[in-house]
Protein backbone atom coordinates (compact mmCIF):
# COMPACT_ATOMS: atom_id res chain seq x y z
CA UNK A 1 0.00 0.00 0.00
CA UNK A 2 1.44 2.94 -1.03
CA UNK A 3 0.98 6.87 -2.33
CA UNK A 4 -2.24 8.39 -2.06
CA UNK A 5 -1.95 6.67 1.53
CA UNK A 6 -5.70 6.08 3.11
CA UNK A 7 -6.98 6.13 6.55
CA UNK A 8 -6.93 2.84 7.51
CA UNK A 9 -10.28 1.39 8.97
CA UNK A 10 -10.26 0.71 12.52
CA UNK A 11 -11.63 -2.55 12.21
CA UNK A 12 -14.52 -2.22 15.17
CA UNK A 13 -16.29 0.50 16.69
CA UNK A 14 -14.54 3.82 18.40
CA UNK A 15 -16.46 2.67 21.45
CA UNK A 16 -15.43 -1.25 21.12
CA UNK A 17 -12.85 -0.42 23.65
CA UNK A 18 -14.73 1.11 26.22
CA UNK A 19 -14.25 1.39 29.25
CA UNK A 20 -10.81 1.15 29.11
CA UNK A 21 -10.37 3.96 25.63
CA UNK A 22 -13.40 6.13 25.76
CA UNK A 23 -15.46 6.30 22.59
CA UNK A 24 -14.71 9.84 21.79
CA UNK A 25 -10.60 9.72 22.17
CA UNK A 26 -11.49 6.90 19.65
CA UNK A 27 -13.17 9.49 17.16
CA UNK A 28 -10.57 12.29 17.70
CA UNK A 29 -7.49 9.89 17.57
CA UNK A 30 -8.32 8.12 14.39
CA UNK A 31 -10.69 10.58 12.75
CA UNK A 32 -8.39 13.41 13.13
CA UNK A 33 -4.62 12.57 14.62
CA UNK A 34 -4.42 9.49 12.06
CA UNK A 35 -6.32 11.58 9.38
CA UNK A 36 -3.61 14.65 9.82
CA UNK A 37 -0.91 12.21 8.98
CA UNK A 38 -2.25 10.48 6.30
CA UNK A 39 -3.20 13.86 4.83
CA UNK A 40 0.36 15.50 6.21
CA UNK A 41 1.93 12.78 4.47
CA UNK A 42 0.55 12.23 0.68
CA UNK A 43 1.31 16.20 0.92
CA UNK A 44 4.91 15.43 1.15
CA UNK A 45 5.24 12.94 -0.98
CA UNK A 46 2.99 14.56 -3.92
CA UNK A 47 5.79 16.12 -5.88
CA UNK A 48 7.78 12.65 -5.60
CA UNK A 49 6.15 10.56 -8.05
CA UNK A 50 9.35 8.30 -7.41
CA UNK A 51 8.58 7.20 -4.03
CA UNK A 52 5.12 6.70 -4.89
CA UNK A 53 5.45 2.71 -4.90
CA UNK A 54 6.65 2.68 -1.56
CA UNK A 55 5.17 1.75 1.25
CA UNK A 56 5.26 3.23 5.02
CA UNK A 57 7.37 0.85 6.01
CA UNK A 58 9.53 1.01 3.49
CA UNK A 59 9.68 4.63 3.32
CA UNK A 60 10.79 4.84 7.31
CA UNK A 61 13.23 2.15 6.60
CA UNK A 62 15.37 4.73 4.32
CA UNK A 63 14.80 8.08 5.41
CA UNK A 64 18.28 8.63 4.97
CA UNK A 65 17.93 7.65 1.31
CA UNK A 66 15.07 10.25 0.90
CA UNK A 67 15.42 14.25 -0.21
CA UNK A 68 16.21 15.94 2.85
CA UNK A 69 13.45 18.52 2.13
CA UNK A 70 10.65 15.73 2.78
CA UNK A 71 12.83 13.45 5.30
CA UNK A 72 11.70 15.39 8.56
CA UNK A 73 7.77 15.43 6.98
CA UNK A 74 8.37 11.76 6.39
CA UNK A 75 9.78 11.11 9.41
CA UNK A 76 7.12 12.67 11.50
CA UNK A 77 3.92 11.50 9.02
CA UNK A 78 4.88 8.74 7.67
CA UNK A 79 5.71 7.46 11.20
CA UNK A 80 2.09 8.85 12.45
CA UNK A 81 0.66 6.93 9.12
CA UNK A 82 2.15 3.88 10.20
CA UNK A 83 2.57 4.02 14.08
CA UNK A 84 -1.34 4.51 14.45
CA UNK A 85 -2.10 1.72 12.29
CA UNK A 86 -0.80 -0.76 13.93
CA UNK A 87 -1.71 0.66 17.20
CA UNK A 88 -5.39 -0.07 16.03
CA UNK A 89 -4.62 -3.32 14.63
CA UNK A 90 -2.59 -4.69 18.21
CA UNK A 91 -5.72 -3.67 20.11
CA UNK A 92 -9.54 -5.55 20.17
CA UNK A 93 -12.22 -5.52 21.89
CA UNK A 94 -11.96 -6.91 25.16
CA UNK A 95 -8.70 -7.86 23.88
CA UNK A 96 -7.49 -10.87 26.19
CA UNK A 97 -5.53 -10.48 29.44
CA UNK A 98 -3.00 -13.23 28.78
CA UNK A 99 -0.95 -13.55 25.21
CA UNK A 100 -1.16 -16.61 23.30
CA UNK A 101 1.24 -19.82 24.42
CA UNK A 102 4.12 -18.48 21.96
CA UNK A 103 4.72 -15.43 22.96
CA UNK A 104 3.90 -16.17 26.52
CA UNK A 105 6.71 -18.72 25.90
CA UNK A 106 9.00 -15.81 23.66
CA UNK A 107 8.46 -13.21 26.46
CA UNK A 108 9.33 -15.36 29.72
CA UNK A 109 12.46 -16.34 27.75
CA UNK A 110 13.47 -12.63 26.83
CA UNK A 111 12.07 -10.80 29.99
CA UNK A 112 12.06 -13.20 32.70
CA UNK A 113 8.24 -13.87 33.09
CA UNK A 114 5.12 -12.32 30.98
CA UNK A 115 4.57 -10.16 34.42
CA UNK A 116 8.12 -8.61 33.93
CA UNK A 117 7.74 -7.71 30.16
CA UNK A 118 4.62 -5.65 31.21
CA UNK A 119 6.80 -3.73 33.98
CA UNK A 120 9.53 -3.45 31.07
CA UNK A 121 7.43 -2.25 28.51
CA UNK A 122 5.35 0.18 30.85
CA UNK A 123 8.17 1.30 32.01
CA UNK A 124 9.44 2.25 29.03
CA UNK A 125 6.40 3.90 27.91
CA UNK A 126 5.47 5.99 31.44
CA UNK A 127 8.85 7.19 31.21
CA UNK A 128 9.24 8.37 27.72
CA UNK A 129 9.40 12.25 28.00
CA UNK A 130 7.03 14.39 26.75
CA UNK A 131 5.09 12.25 23.94
CA UNK A 132 5.91 9.39 22.19
CA UNK A 133 5.49 5.51 21.80
CA UNK A 134 6.48 1.84 23.44
CA UNK A 135 7.01 -1.09 22.02
CA UNK A 136 7.88 -4.48 22.00
CA UNK A 137 10.29 -5.20 18.72
CA UNK A 138 12.10 -7.89 16.90
CA UNK A 139 15.80 -6.24 16.73
CA UNK A 140 17.68 -7.02 14.17
CA UNK A 141 19.21 -10.01 15.85
CA UNK A 142 16.17 -11.83 15.63
CA UNK A 143 15.36 -10.85 20.33
CA UNK A 144 12.53 -9.05 21.52
CA UNK A 145 13.50 -5.77 22.37
CA UNK A 146 11.64 -2.98 25.06
CA UNK A 147 12.09 0.41 23.86
CA UNK A 148 10.60 3.74 23.33
CA UNK A 149 10.56 6.64 20.94
CA UNK A 150 10.01 9.89 20.75
CA UNK A 151 7.45 11.74 18.64
CA UNK A 152 6.67 9.81 15.73
CA UNK A 153 10.04 7.96 15.02
CA UNK A 154 9.24 4.15 14.14
CA UNK A 155 11.45 1.77 15.88
CA UNK A 156 11.62 0.47 11.74
CA UNK A 157 13.93 3.70 11.56
CA UNK A 158 16.53 1.81 13.29
CA UNK A 159 15.73 -1.68 11.67
CA UNK A 160 13.29 -2.96 14.02
CA UNK A 161 10.22 -4.40 13.70
CA UNK A 162 7.24 -3.40 15.83
CA UNK A 163 4.93 -6.05 16.97
CA UNK A 164 3.12 -4.14 20.03
CA UNK A 165 3.01 -0.34 20.62
CA UNK A 166 1.64 2.45 22.72
CA UNK A 167 0.69 5.83 22.11
CA UNK A 168 1.79 7.99 25.05
CA UNK A 169 0.99 11.19 23.46
CA UNK A 170 -1.36 13.50 25.53
CA UNK A 171 -4.20 12.45 22.61
CA UNK A 172 -4.23 9.27 23.35
CA UNK A 173 -5.93 9.35 26.72
CA UNK A 174 -6.39 13.00 27.95
CA UNK A 175 -10.17 13.35 27.67
CA UNK A 176 -10.26 10.02 29.91
CA UNK A 177 -6.98 10.08 32.23
CA UNK A 178 -5.25 13.34 32.15
CA UNK A 179 -2.30 13.32 33.72
CA UNK A 180 -2.55 10.33 34.79
CA UNK A 181 -0.15 7.77 32.35
CA UNK A 182 0.12 5.01 34.21
CA UNK A 183 -3.30 4.59 34.30
CA UNK A 184 -3.64 4.83 30.63
CA UNK A 185 -0.63 2.39 30.71
CA UNK A 186 -2.72 -0.21 33.19
CA UNK A 187 -6.30 -0.46 31.28
CA UNK A 188 -4.19 -0.79 27.97
CA UNK A 189 -3.13 -4.84 29.15
CA UNK A 190 -7.44 -5.26 28.56
CA UNK A 191 -7.45 -4.04 25.05
CA UNK A 192 -4.39 -6.24 23.60
CA UNK A 193 -4.48 -8.47 20.90
CA UNK A 194 -2.78 -10.38 21.07
CA UNK A 195 -3.33 -12.88 18.93
CA UNK A 196 -2.52 -9.98 16.25
CA UNK A 197 0.96 -9.51 18.08
CA UNK A 198 1.78 -13.08 17.52
CA UNK A 199 0.95 -12.92 13.95
CA UNK A 200 3.18 -9.83 13.50
CA UNK A 201 5.85 -11.79 15.19
CA UNK A 202 5.47 -14.93 13.26
CA UNK A 203 5.54 -12.39 10.26
CA UNK A 204 9.18 -11.37 11.15
CA UNK A 205 10.61 -15.32 11.00
MN1 LIG B 1 -1.66 9.19 18.48
Known sequence: MGYPFQLPEL???????????????????????????T???????EHHPELHGHSGEQL??????????????????????????LFWEIM?????????EEMSDL??????????????FSGAAATQFGSGWGWLVVDPDGKLQVMAT???DSPISCNCVPILGVDVWEHAYYLNYQNRR?????????VVNWSEVAEKYSQTR
Open 107 to 120: LSDSFGSFDEFKKS
Open 150 to 152: ANQ
Open 39 to 45: NNLNAAL
Open 182 to 190: PDYLDAFWN
Open 60 to 85: LGRLGELPEGIRAAVRNNGGGFVNHK
Open 11 to 37: GYATDALEPHIDSRTMEIHHGKHHQAY
Open 92 to 100: APGGSNSPT
